[in-house]
Each structure stands twice: as structure tokens, then as C-alpha cells.
């Protein structure tokens, strides 16, 4: 059964750092490595919006308001999914969700609509 499972939130002062990971396992009809997969977030009273997402062919995507701060990155080996935040700042806080899909065209890799495999999300809090 497919399962992506989140990772590593908690609560930190601002301009620390956090490392989310995003464990995977799906059915066989997929290569891990060939997954499109993206972390999303979702802040009390706001729409869940892309953050960052990285191709088949690894390449990335970044939402303006996190580039420069935030890099995604896939480990093939390990199945995971990692965030690495650095810099984080209260408007960071929110709950951030692992998204996995087949195949996800270029320009929609922010697109919430376009994964088809969720997890639970994990909490990520910044205070001043």
C-alpha cells in the first residue's frame, strides 16, 4: 500500500534550522528514483501551497518565498524524502506535508492537485 510517512518538524526559534524527511513506500509498479515528490504546507486559515518539489530527473522547483533557504532533496537509496530548513522564520510555520506522483509536468511541479499520494504532514512551528 502506498505510505509516505513525515519527519523532523518540531518547534524552533527563528533563524534556526530543521531537516523534514519524508519515508516512502509504494507499490511496486513505481521506481522510487523516477518519483515526482514535493513538500507542501498549510498554515491555520490558509490554502496548502507548494514549497519545494524535485522531478524524476532532479531537477527542482522552489516557491519564491523559501528559495535560498530551503533545499529539497531525494536519497534513492534510502527511499527519503529531506527538506533542509535553514533560516526559518515564524511565517514558516505551518504543517508540512510529502506529496509523491508519477509523472508531473514542469510548470505544475507546485501544483498541489497534480500528487496523488499524501502524507499526514508534521508540525513545523518559529517563533520570534
Known amino acids: 500500500q502506498e505510505r509516505l510517512v513525515e519527519s523532523g518538524g518540531g518547534s524552533v526559534q527563528g533563524g534556526a534550522s530543521l531537516r523534514l524527511s519524508c519515508a516512502a513506500s509504494?507499490?511496486?509498479?513505481?521506481?522510487?528514483?523516477?518519483?515526482?515528490m514535493g513538500w507542501f504546507r498549510q498554515a491555520p486559515g490558509n490554502e496548502r501551497e507548494g514549497v519545494a518539489a524535485?522531478?524524476?530527473?532532479?531537477?527542482?522547483e522552489y516557491a519564491d518565498s523559501v528559495k535560498g533557504r530551503f533545499t529539497i532533496s531525494k536519497d534513492n537509496t534510502k527511499n527519503t524524502l529531506y527538506l533542509q530548513m535553514n533560516g526559518l522564520k515564524p511565517e514558516d510555520t505551518a504543517v508540512y506535508y510529502c506529496?509523491?506522483?508519477?509523472?508531473?509536468?514542469?510548470?505544475?511541479?507546485?501544483?498541489?492537485?497534480?500528487?496523488?499520494?499524501w502524507g499526514k504532514g508534521t508540525q513545523v512551528t518559529v517563533s520570534s
Open positions: 509504494l507499490y511496486s509498479a513505481y521506481t522510487y528514483s523516477d518519483l515526482y
Open positions: 524535485i522531478a524524476g530527473d532532479g531537477s527542482t
Open positions: 506529496a509523491a506522483a508519477g509523472w508531473v509536468a514542469s510548470r505544475y511541479l507546485l501544483r498541489q492537485n497534480k500528487y496523488n499520494y
